[in-house]
């Protein structure tokens, strides 16, 4: 499903107040509808099969139309960022968190620029080295997951967060090269990212910014962990920064952070990153990458437990595809 501002498709005509949609009040829109914002993509699926595959809401005092209609929905990806800007309040609420610079919220030339050294730093030379570090982080979390469910005598066990320690463990060494603050014992850092992503989902559909008069303790907690990445990734990126400047302008880098700072250093200043580009964009891709993959894994395998069927084709796939690579990881 898309959420979509209105666009160049749009622009003076009456399309969204043609649209059917939800009851809206002044100021808040449909916000009063929404409720908890953990619950915002259940609810757009409630309203898309209520009002279609394309329906208009308000929320504040900015209006949206949204689509589940895919060749639709592909269209507007395809017109981004000339005929297409992602919605006012993703870019609003990115700023409430001081990581609006980076790649989920840039727009035109800005984001342009940022795509180029990310896609690059995600090249398929760094990628490829991912593999070794993939097996021994899955085995690490298998041999956690197997003294559990031992201990549980039968019981079920909450897959979620071994998926986010694995998703993470594999997602901070992508971008830093290594653990990043993690050990088996410590899931700190998995929980203060989930308090930044939960802080940015509250925020964007919340109707009124009140955390700019006062704040709550959710949103003191927030500023103290927040705070503390910036701390901790700032030190690691200006080290890595002094080691860069000794290598030769041909090196790769090993990891996305480091390939983030190579383009701090570009010759040319348009093409340059500043110092909180890389910072917003090395915490968000961490944090979106980990809720993102985590949450997919955990429903992968509640879907697969329902269907056996698809779970015995699946490993019949996985056989063929690893034959001659040894014995994989299994729980």
């Keep these: 499903m898309t959420s979509s501002s209105t666009t160049s498709y749009w ?42 595959d394309l329906f208009h809401v308000k929320i504040g005092v900015d209006s949206y139309i949204v689509s589940s209609n895919m060749a639709l929905s592909k269209l507007l990806f395809e017109n ?5 800007e992602r919605p006012p309040m993703i870019a609003r609420s990115f700023s409430s968190i001081d990581l609006v610079n ?46 559990q469910i031992k201990a549980s005598i039968g019981k079920p066990i909450n897959f979620l967060p071994h998926s986010k320690q694995f998703s993470l463990g594999i997602i901070s060494r992508l971008v830093f090269g290594d653990d990043f603050r993690q050990t088996a014992e410590n899931d700190e850092l998995s929980t203060e990212l989930s308090l930044i992503f939960n802080t940015l989902a509250s925020r964007t559909v ?17 500023e103290r962990v927040k705070n503390r990445l910036r701390r901790d990734i700032t030190q690691r990126a200006t080290t890595a920064l002094e080691q860069l400047r000794e290598q030769p302008k041909n090196h ?36 979106a990458g980990m809720d993102t993959t985590s949450t997919t894994l955990a429903w992968a395998l509640y879907l697969l437990g329902k269907h056996t069927e698809i779970q015995q084709q699946l490993r019949s796939e996985l056989r063929i595809a690893t034959q001659g690579t040894g014995r994989l990881p299994t729980l």
């Design 252 to 287: 790769r880098p090993d990891n996305l952070l480091d390939g983030l700072l190579m383009h701090q250093l570009a010759e040319e200043p348009a093409q340059a990153l500043s110092e909180d580009e890389v910072f917003a964009n090395a915490v968000a891709l961490i944090a």
């Design 102 to 147: 980076n790649l989920f919220a840039a727009e035109g030339e800005n984001w342009r620029k940022q795509r180029k050294a990310i896609a690059k730093s995600l090249s398929a030379h760094n990628l490829g080295k991912a593999e070794d570090m993939i097996f021994h982080e899955v085995q690490r979390r298998l041999d956690r997951m197997d003294q």
């Design 80 to 84: 981004r960022p000339e005929g297409v």
């Design 11 to 52: 622009q003076n005509t009456d399309v969204p107040t043609r649209l059917p949609g939800p009851p809206s009040l002044p100021f808040v829109g449909s916000a009063f509808l929404i409720g908890n914002p953990n619950r915002f993509y259940a609810v757009m699926q409630r309203w898309a099969r209520k009002y279609g």
């Design 206 to 222: 919340a109707p009124i910014e009140y955390w700019k008069w006062f704040k709550l303790p959710k949103d003191r907690a927030f």
